[in-house]
């Protein structure tokens, strides 16, 4: 393991460390950036974490939240930027192609600093000198755990780094029901819970704290906007622009909807598809044995894991949805008829 050798290495005194994740940060990408943060400040780097755009305000709570610069914002650009070309050392964390952090992607791209991709996304892009990378791990902060221990540091993580880890981990599995709820998840969220994490209390931060307008948004798209095709095991929800403005809609709140349409019985593929500025945003599931990361990838410019993905589409949302619907009755053989497979 050449790489790890030089990354150890790379760390080994204090260095200026840039650390970015994903667009619209979820629980893993904010929780294993700021775990990571938090781990590397104890070990006296100099930290900044930058976000490429806002997250939702359940996420708040995380230790180290205050710090966090946002790309999108005007006022936190240039300190973001400054940070970047200072930096010896940059991690991107829970994604694996440059696109996914928009303008930030070209400027790591470009960096002269030593690079590290901590990642369990599908077809990785090598842009990374380290990659930690695994398929097989249910979240980022499961990896960013393992990589502590690898490093001979788990005395290290204390309360406040289980949390943000576990955070992850939690929502990445979705509320450990998902297929990737490995023996490893359990073991890990183990220690972390020996370690200072509270299960029912980072349970509470991120699941018990709707808005009003949230949860009676969710009432109005299961009751209006749900399309149930029992024919080809598929659910979907279409929420145009329109409808997320009356619900004064914020950043997360779509969040988790799509969900409610794979908990049906008898569907085996869900989507939701959102109207936004910039075109139509699509997040699919799927149960175990349906691949919906290669459909994503296929016809929608996205991609994912298994039975997570997302992916998008710059046709209207009428257009998008009737190609959606047209390529699962296309494709209905392949997609759903495999046998369903249990998870290690
Ligand atoms: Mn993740």
Known sequence: MEALASFKKEISSPKKIF?????KPDADALGSSLGLANYLLKKGHEVTVVTPTDYPSFLNWMEGNDLVLDFSREDHQKSATKALNEADVVFCLDFSVLNRVNELGEMIRQSDAFIVNIDHHQDPEDFADF??????????????????????DKELI???????????IMTDTGGFRHPNTTKNVHLVVAELIDLGANPSQIANWIYDSNSVNRLKFIGFAISRRLVVREDIHTAYFAISKKDLKKYQSRTGDTEGLVNYALSLDG?????????????????????SEVAVNKFAASYFNGGGHKNAAGGKSERNLKETIEKFENLVEEHQDELFDQEPVSSN
């Open 131 to 152: 990659k930690y990378w695994s398929t097989e791990a249910a979240a980022t902060c499961e990896l960013v755990y393992e990589l502590i221990v690898e490093l001979g």
């Open 158 to 168: 204390d309360k406040d780094i289980a949390e943000c880890l576990y955070a992850g």
């Open 267 to 287: 569907i085996k593929l869900a989507a939701l598809f959102s109207e936004r500025e910039d075109g139509i945003k699509i997040s699919f599931r799927s149960s």
């Open 19 to 23: 650390i970015t994740t994903h667009v």
